[in-house]
């Protein structure tokens, strides 16, 4: 997924939700302008960053690839 594609994603889940801004970088526990940043495509926010306002919107991160059921059938974690 793309920098944009997620910044929309975000930006559709926040606004449904009837969520400003900075409502949801409070609710998040991060600033308020790590929000607008997100929403305008900015590629560099920090992974636990994201996480902590995917949650606030209920949006969750499924990894897709070719080697998950290869280290699944292996035991690794």
């Given amino acids: ?3 944009q594609e997620l910044a929309e994603v975000i930006k559709v889940h926040r606004k449904a939700a009837k969520l400003s801004r900075v409502h949801l970088a409070e609710l998040a526990g991060v600033g308020k302008t790590v929000i607008f940043d997100i ?3 900015k590629e560099s926010v920090q992974y636990n960053t ?3 306002i995917l949650k606030v919107l209920n949006i969750k991160i499924i990894l897709v690839s070719p080697l998950l ?3 699944n059938e292996s035991g690794h974690d």
């Fill in 39 to 41: 929403e305008k495509g």
């Fill in 1 to 3: 997924m793309q920098s």
């Fill in 50 to 52: 994201l996480r902590k």
């Fill in 69 to 71: 059921d290869h280290l």
